[in-house]
T-cell receptor, first 117, second 115 residues
Framework: EAGVTQFPSHSVIEKGQTVTLRCDPI?????LYWYRRVMGKEIKFLLH????????ESGMPNNRFLAERTGGTYSTLKVQPAELEDSGVYFC???????????????FGPGTRLTVL | AQSVTQLDSQVPVFEEAPVELRCNYS??????LFWYVQYPNQGLQLLLK??????LVESINGFEAEFNKSQTSFHLRKPSVHISDTAEYFC?????????????FGKGTKLSVIP
């Protein structure tokens, strides 16, 4: 079974440009999460999709960030326009439908390293 | 709001020596506790978790962690480390029963095993 994949693995852009990160979750996983790690800081939650709906977007830093999950499959995270402080590693994770389990493990992708110059 | 503290950013240890990676959390409600590991150039992998029941949990590769509610700690230990344990380790929590599934992470501890 393929794991969570993310594209690209690295992206270097200039301040003011636009970048789109993509995440393909494990097939059949309804839950999809985005996290970000800024250098030297902890990994922080950005948002949570259940299928195509945003369940929790409390961690999105500002309106320069737009996440979508059309059709409830893959997700994109667009940063427009990018700022220097957006540099970091963006992780995606997915988990199965919650059902009756108290917790379903979140499976993480390798991350996309974004550098804004 | 909950928070996770990993006081040690880097821990060097000789091969076959024991290691303890410390994790403390703060939360006004019950939490689920996790340790994730990130090997070089890979994503985060779940190492072990505490949801309920026995406070001592173990992983398949010899790590263990003990939930201590009075000290709000979930330290990770291994009696004898191997070179392949070199990685970054993250402690994380989720609020239990809150309907929210966002993980709150500590800053991570880089474990370097020295031959």
């Amino acid at each position: 079974e393929a794991g969570v994949t993310q594209f690209p693995s690295h992206s270097v852009i200039e301040k003011g440009q636009t970048v789109t990160l993509r995440c393909d979750p494990i097939s059949g996983h309804d839950n999809l999460y985005w996290y970000r790690r800024v250098m030297g800081k902890e990994i922080k939650f950005l948002l949570h999709f259940v299928k195509e709906s945003k369940q929790d977007e409390s961690g999105m830093p500002n309106n320069r960030f737009l996440a979508e999950r059309t059709g409830g499959t893959y997700s994109t995270l667009k940063v427009q326009p990018a700022e220097l402080e957006d540099s970091g590693v963006y992780f995606c994770a997915s988990s199965p439908r919650t059902g009756t389990s108290v917790y379903n493990e979140q499976f993480f992708g390798p991350g996309t390293r974004l550098t804004v110059l | 709001a909950q928070s996770v503290t990993q006081l040690d950013s880097q821990v060097p240890v000789f091969e076959e020596a024991p290691v303890e990676l410390r994790c403390n959390y703060s939360s006004s409600v019950s939490v689920y506790l996790f340790w994730y590991v990130q090997y070089p150039n890979q994503g985060l992998q779940l190492l072990l978790k505490y949801l309920s029941g026995s406070t001592l949990v173990e992983s398949i590769n010899g790590f263990e962690a003990e939930f201590n509610k009075s000290q709000t700690s979930f330290h990770l230990r291994k009696p004898s480390v191997h070179i392949s344990d070199t990685a970054e380790y993250f402690c994380a929590v989720i609020l239990s029963g809150a309907g929210s599934y966002q993980l709150t992470f500590g800053k991570g501890t880089k474990l370097s095993v020295i031959p």
